[in-house]
């Protein structure tokens, strides 16, 4: 079960009355950073900012708008035994893939089941799959677009929903992605 924490608003400093959009995983292009980065940039909420947790090659990138823009923050890679914790400490999660190969259309990132297990509502764009997970255990929003009007309507639908109903939802979604359950499907794959 999730531990909810403040972790990252310590560790990163970040007012306690903002709630954090957490993007965590590699800094790479097609990962939708480019596009957070922008969006985000110009971003006239006063409630949200946005946390990049990772490393890659777009690690400039990030620093450089986490440097320009006080709604933009950059949190190092942390050990894969913490992550979780430093997830948690999030309010929604975002897994906007924008590559479009096949490979990327149909992913199931990990970032979002890390999502899932932290509790976090999530964002995500329109690919079969996530789009799929979110949808069956109404856990979040799948947007079409990656604009500033999509993402505050996005972050206020996820606002406007019951907490009571969509920790639910995500407790049920969690204990069927778990890695007790999926590693049986994994072996009678193998069988």
């Known amino acids: ?13 970040i007012p306690n009355g903002k709630k954090i959009v957490l993007y965590q995983g590699s800094f790479q292009a097609g990962r939708g950073i480019e596009s957070l980065l922008r969006v985000f940039s110009g971003f006239d909420d006063t409630i949200h900012v946005l946390v990049l ?3 890659g090659k777009l690690e400039p990138l990030v620093a450089k708008y986490a440097n ?19 997830t948690a400490s999030a309010d929604v999660g975002v897994s906007y893939i924008d590559n479009p190969s096949l490979n990327d259309r149909f992913c199931l990132p990990n970032k979002l089941f890390e999502y899932i297990m932290a509790g976090l509502p999530v964002i995500v764009n329109d690919a079969p799959e996530m789009s799929r997970v979110v949808e069956k255990h109404k856990i979040g929003i799948v947007m079409q677009e990656l604009t500033i009007e999509a993402l505050k309507k996005a972050l206020d639908d996820i606002a406007r929903a019951k907490p009571n109903v969509i920790r639910e939802n995500l407790m049920r979604a969690s204990e069927e992605y ?14």
């Open 178 to 191: 778990c890695w007790e359950n999926q590693e049986r499907a994994m072996i009678d794959a193998y069988k």
């Open 53 to 55: 947790m990772g490393y």
């Open 68 to 86: 320009k823009y006080d709604n933009i923050y950059m949190q190092e890679a942390v050990d894969p035994g913490v992550v979780l914790q430093y």
């Open 1 to 13: 079960k999730p531990k909810r924490s403040k972790l990252l608003h310590e560790t990163l400093d």
